[in-house]
């Protein structure tokens, strides 16, 4: 028999503590992803396959004898030897490119200092220039598009008619869109005047979100208005405007309908022409798919690379 002795603990200690439990892991809940699902299985129906077809059309030879049935031969690189051999294209992503990133710096300029104009007026001004902005920024393209002909237009077009007469003598009947510099400036201000809305909406929703207290305290200590936009206002919207910046860069990028309907007017297509009408050029009109795919690839990739460090700021700003 074993006798097991124990020692009596003295007076006044503590008694001794157990080893905490381990916490039990939460289990996720499912549902959420049963409900994102269909969504998810929408948008990669709806874009993955003519993703992947467009990728193959890069490698692949397409002439007439593929409109009577016959499969489209493999080809290689070839299609992107073309397009990179091409000086044309060179031309016109240099073009797309300088067009793309003043358009959306001005854009950005614009809708954050229209936003921060619209905290400094009274509720029913802010009310009424919201309202005006919607209404333009869901207006459609083409009616756009057929007001700024007419304001511009060289025979009874507003602008020239208002330049003629403070003395311009050499604007009288001017065709602005005869002149690549002239035209891309007529089509920066339809694209500025289309994208500015939605970044006055997003920029003015996050700044009205800041707290009152750290700009008054900002004042007190004898911060001006600049240096409170800087050191405060960026810092707290910097995702949102991360985020409005990649989708303008992306949008101006790809800009397509304004260019191809202002081209008409002016005769000079293959001066404005920028990526997305030299794709369509090369590609509905010429009928060589492969080449025009093998161009909307690098242009898909151009994108990525002008984004992508705003991605990954993005995305840094969301892990904090």
């Known amino acids: 028999m074993t006798i097991t002795s124990t020692r009596a603990k003295p007076e006044g200690t503590l008694p001794d503590r157990t080893e905490p439990a381990a916490p039990r892991k939460r289990r996720r809940n499912p549902l959420p992803y049963i409900l994102l699902l269909p969504a998810v299985l929408i948008v990669l129906v709806d874009m993955g396959y ?21 499969p489209a031969e493999f080809v290689g690189l070839d299609n992107f030897t073309r397009v990179l051999g091409d000086s044309a294209f060179w031309l016109t992503l240099g073009r797309s490119l300088a067009f793309c990133l003043v358009c959306a710096a001005l854009t950005m300029a614009i809708g954050i200092g229209g936003a921060l104009l619209l905290t400094k007026v009274s509720r029913p001004v802010s009310v009424f220039v919201q309202a005006a902005m919607l209404l333009a920024w869901a207006m459609p393209v083409l009616s756009s598009l057929q ?48 994208s500015v809305p939605l970044v006055v909406f997003m920029v003015y929703a996050s700044v009205t979100q800041i707290d009152e207290s750290m700009l008054e305290a900002s004042t007190l200590d004898g911060a001006n208005g600049w240096k409170q936009f800087r050191e405060i206002t960026v810092p707290t919207i910097a995702p949102v405007l991360l985020l409005v910046t990649i989708l303008e860069i992306i949008w101006d ?40 795919s093998a ?26």
């Open 295 to 320: 161009t909307a690839l690098i242009m898909l990739l151009i994108t990525l690379l002008l984004t992508w460090r705003y991605v990954t700021q993005f995305l840094k700003q969301g892990e904090v």
């Open 253 to 292: 990028l790809r800009v397509f309908t304004q260019i191809f309907i202002l081209q008409k007017n002016g005769g000079i297509t293959e001066q404005t022409n920028v990526l997305g009408t030299y794709v369509y050029q090369v590609g509905l009109s010429g009928g060589d798919y492969g080449v025009a």
């Open 50 to 70: 003519p993703l992947l077809r467009q990728i193959t059309m890069a490698f692949q030879h397409f002439s007439l004898e593929q409109q009577f049935g016959k």
């Open 147 to 194: 007001v700024l002909q007419w304001i511009f237009d060289s025979r009874s077009g507003v602008v020239d008619w208002t330049l003629a007469g403070l003395g311009m003598q050499g604007m009288a009947g001017y065709n602005w869109f005869s002149n690549p510099l002239t035209f891309f400036a007529v089509a920066a201000i339809l694209v500025i005047w289309m």
